[in-house]
């Protein structure tokens, strides 16, 4: 079992910025990758930003240029750094933590965290 506990969503103007954190706890050590997704009012669930086990990195077309995931393993924590957020970035803001072989794999989600941007 995983557990991931998100944090630093919230309010903000078009042009600024948050930083998301998702903290993982349990059985870490068989996480393969963990990203970010987001889910908007009527739309599906997207891939924003992944990072895998072996530090390759993933971005959405949209974000790409103001968006950054980082992690620190010491923490076990993964980041969401957003610079230069927009209003259609608004949606809530999934943690996603890959887990297992390919025999067992899994994915574990976060509670998910608001994020609004206003124009």
């Known amino acids: 079992q995983v557990q991931l506990v998100e944090s630093g969503g919230g309010l903000v103007q078009a042009g600024g910025s948050l930083r998301l954190s998702c903290a993982a706890s349990?059985?870490?050590?068989?996480?393969?990758?963990m990203g970010w997704y987001r889910q908007a009012p009527g739309k599906q669930r997207e891939l924003v930003a992944r990072?895998?086990?072996?530090?390759?990195?993933r971005y959405a077309d949209s974000v790409k240029g103001r968006f950054t995931i980082s992690r620190d393993n010491a923490k076990n924590t993964v980041y969401l750094q957003m610079n230069s957020l927009k209003p259609e970035d608004t949606a809530v803001y999934y943690c996603n933590a890959e887990w297992g072989s390919s025999w067992n794999r899994r994915d574990y989600w976060g509670q998910g965290t608001q994020v609004t941007v206003s124009s």
């Open positions: 349990g059985s870490i050590s068989s996480i393969n990758a």
């Open positions: 990072i895998t086990s072996g530090g390759l990195i």
